[in-house]
């Protein structure tokens, strides 16, 4: 499945990004991607973590930085307080802004060698998730300068965490697509994986002939529009088979296929594996969520 491209907001005053996610039902999955470093602090959850093809559990304190364009997502499976949403802080800083602390202040080279293991992945220890989580949380009350202050602190202790773990992941390079027409193709697609669609349809919302648009179609994502929906609805089958106990039928028909043997087919065609296998692998650590 194809990672869309997520713009991240900035904002005039500020050189980097916190967002405070907090999600009173669940983390979704939104399998996407963006040139920026990613820090995300994950508590009062449990689920699933996709990085490139990687996929795990994570659970309270789950601390991660990811590389720049490297396709990610998080999917949560319960909340470990019922009482209280799924938090997610997320700090994203760009390459450039990186490469110029470094360079501005000698006493930060140590994240040098952090960012470079960051290229794909990085998974921090328990010990340095719980001693980071108050200076995190303490950054959504500050103003700009006290979080770039704090921002240095957790910079310097990921450094120093001897026990963070590379997650072994396959960095994609996915390309930013700047025609409009295609653009307006992949959106749609993403919103309407799971509806019939026909080339036709999509060779005119491209405003192309049908064969301009394959040629086209191609180019910019290697693949056939029908191979690119295919590897959607899978992905997103993928999702639904590790986050519940939903018949593989029901699946199947969710994400577009009227046909469960044709679901079948497809899926141990991109999986190398039956729904039911992939389920048994991934899928049993937890109950849905009620």
């Not at 470093?37 to 449990?46: C, K, M, P």
């Not at 501005?104 to 001693?131: I, V």
Request: aromatic share 8%.
């Amino acid at each position: 499945m194809r990672a869309s491209f997520e713009k991240i907001p900035t904002e005039a005053t500020t050189s980097w990004t916190l967002l405070n996610r907090r999600l009173p039902e669940a983390i979704p999955f939104e399998w996407h991607h963006h040139p920026e470093y990613e820090l995300t602090l994950t508590f009062n959850s449990r689920g699933h973590r996709y990085i490139s093809n990687d996929v795990a559990l994570y659970d309270d304190g789950d601390l991660v930085l990811v590389g720049p364009n490297v396709p990610h997502s998080w999917s949560s499976a319960e909340r470990i307080d019922p009482a209280k949403p799924h938090v997610a802080l997320v700090i994203w800083f760009s390459e450039a802004w990186a490469e110029s602390l470094v360079q501005l202040f000698p006493e930060m080279d140590s994240t040098r060698a952090l960012l470079a293991a960051a290229q794909h992945a990085l998974s921090f220890s328990n010990a340095t998730s719980k001693a980071l989580r108050p200076v995190i949380e303490s950054m959504v009350e500050q103003d700009a300068a006290q979080r770039l202050i704090s921002l240095l602190t957790v910079l310097n202790r990921l450094s120093k965490d001897i026990a963070a773990q590379p997650i072994a992941a396959e960095k994609a390079a996915p390309q930013v697509i700047e025609d409009a027409r295609i653009r307006r193709v992949l959106d749609h697609l993403h919103g309407h994986y799971a509806q019939p669609v026909g080339i036709p349809e999509l060779a005119q919302m491209a405003c192309v002939s049908v064969s301009a648009f394959h040629r086209m179609f191609r180019k910019h994502t290697r693949c056939t529009a029908l191979d690119y929906i295919v590897r959607l609805r899978i992905g997103h089958a993928c999702a639904l088979l590790m986050q519940g106990n939903l018949a593989v039928s029901a699946i199947a028909e969710h994400v577009g296929y009227s046909s469960q043997a044709l679901f079948n087919r497809q899926f141990k065609a991109q999986k190398g594996i039956t729904p039911s296998q992939f389920r048994a692998r991934h899928g049993h650590h937890f109950q849905p969520p009620t």
